[in-house]
């Protein structure tokens, strides 16, 4: 069955420290991968995706097939970082799973 | 541009009426998804459109709920005889294309639905 497990709901940091959300998943075959991101009072939108292997404002995030991760980072936090933050995985068909969503604080 | 508008925003329906939920993908895009938001959790899969082809509707939790797209644009999502369970906020999404490699999706801002 194809999941995705974020295990923290809440990440608290202070600006310019390191952050990194994490992202598991389960899926048998090759999927993409994907973080969207949600600012206050915005719609969900893309971040990054793993084939496009770039960094968004910042944001990195490397596929562990062996780890089955797709982990995101970013070494210098901002404050406007402070968002919700989904990964994604889409398997063979049409259907995209999201997991519930890590809540980035961070502190000036 | 403008992008995916959803209508209405709010709804409150009470159990055991029937509600009907609008998205307007922009304009051109070939693929349609929708989702369930529960409170807490990340957006669930209902069902995907590409053109006014119901291609997967695999997430569709019970024959009460029925999405449909009859030009290939824009989408309603049917629900009949609503229950507590169904409160949530409904997301649509369009996508200009679906090929492996450019499935980003623009979503819109969602209808939050109750129902009481």
């Known amino acids: 069955a194809q999941r995705v497990t974020q295990p923290e709901k809440l990440l608290s940091v202070f600006k310019g420290a390191p952050v990194e959300l994490k992202c598991n998943y389960s899926?048998?075959?090759?999927?993409?991968l994907f973080w969207y991101v949600q600012y206050s009072r915005q719609r969900l939108q893309l971040l990054l995706r793993?084939?496009s292997r770039e960094s968004i404002k910042g944001f990195t995030a490397d596929l562990n097939k062996g780890e089955t991760s797709f982990h995101l980072k970013k070494p210098f936090a901002q404050e406007e970082d402070s968002a919700m933050y989904y990964c994604a995985l889409r398997g063979g068909g049409f259907k995209t799973i999201f997991g519930a969503g890590t809540r980035l604080f961070v502190k000036a | 541009g403008a992008g995916v508008s959803q209508s209405p925003r709010y709804k409150v329906a009470k159990r055991g009426q029937d509600v009907a939920l609008r998205c307007d993908p922009i304009s051109g895009h070939v693929s349609l998804f929708w989702y369930q938001q529960a409170l807490g959790q990340g957006p669930e899969f209902l069902t995907y459109f590409q053109n006014e082809a119901q291609l997967d509707k695999s997430g569709l939790p019970s024959d009460r709920f029925f999405a449909e797209r009859p030009e290939g644009s824009v989408s309603t999502l049917k629900i009949q005889r609503t229950q507590q369970e169904d409160s949530a906020v409904y997301l649509c999404a369009s996508s200009p294309r679906w090929d492996r490699g450019l499935g980003e999706q623009y979503f819109g801002p969602g209808t939050r639905l109750t129902v009481t």
């Open positions: 793993h084939i």
């Open positions: 899926y048998s075959g090759s999927p993409e």
